[in-house]
């Protein structure tokens, strides 16, 4: 895995060509699956066996995020990464990245996430 970003991106987050990249220990979640806020919050939910009570709001995924890197770190692998919240208003991914920037700076435990995205062909 590369990260070809120089440097431009914060640590927790990483950028890399390879779609599929090798992750030890990620929890993967496909891009497809991520392309709403609602679809984001179910496929983090079910990979991370989230509490039934999160509910849909940068505030409540903060919170349960939080709790969960209380246990440790926790690497993210979106596959496909170009769909993140492509459905959505862009000032819904700036709301993604300040939530989760704001996690990486002051959760007990590392935080780090990839976004695979696959070579142009």
Do not use: K
Not at 54 to 72: H, I, P, Q, Y
């Amino acid at each position: 895995m590369v990260d070809e970003d120089g440097g431009r991106r914060p640590d927790w987050l990483v950028g890399c060509r390879d779609d599929s990249p090798e992750v030890p220990g990620a929890v993967v979640l496909p891009g497809a699956a991520t392309r709403t806020r609602a679809g984001l919050f179910a496929a983090l939910a079910a990979a991370l066996a989230l509490p039934t009570y999160l509910g849909e709001t940068w505030d409540a995924l903060s919170d349960v995020l939080r709790d969960r890197l209380d246990a440790g770190p926790l690497t993210l692998l979106i596959t496909d990464a170009g769909h993140l919240l492509a459905d959505e208003p862009a000032d819904q991914y700036a709301l993604l990245l300040a939530v989760l920037g704001n996690l990486a700076a002051n959760a007990p435990h590392p935080l780090r996430v990839v976004l695979g995205e696959a070579a142009p062909s």
